[in-house]
């Protein structure tokens, strides 16, 4: 199964963040979403697909946790399937 690594993950979100979409602070939510995911250990090490559905889903369902508008969700979903 494919993961999401560190690397992966630190490129999609410089990706987003130097497109201009996204700010320090909603990068930093994002990073808080998936940061038990990504300090994993062995072959669970990263953003499963199933993790990351589940992050996404999270931020939908909250959106008073976080900053990030429902625009700025797809486009981090379409920018982290891109490394699964």
Do not use: W
């Amino acid at each position: 199964m494919s993961r999401i690594d560190r690397l992966e993950f630190k490129k999609a979100l410089y990706k987003l963040r130097m497109s201009g979409s996204f700010s320090s602070q909603e990068i930093d939510e994002v990073e808080n979403i998936f940061y038990g995911s990504l300090h994993e250990s062995g072959p669970s090490a990263g953003i499963s697909s199933s993790e990351l559905e589940k992050g996404i889903s999270y931020l939908k369902r909250h959106p008073e946790n976080h900053h990030l508008s429902s625009h700025e969700i797809e486009k981090l979903e379409e920018t982290m399937k891109r490394y699964l």
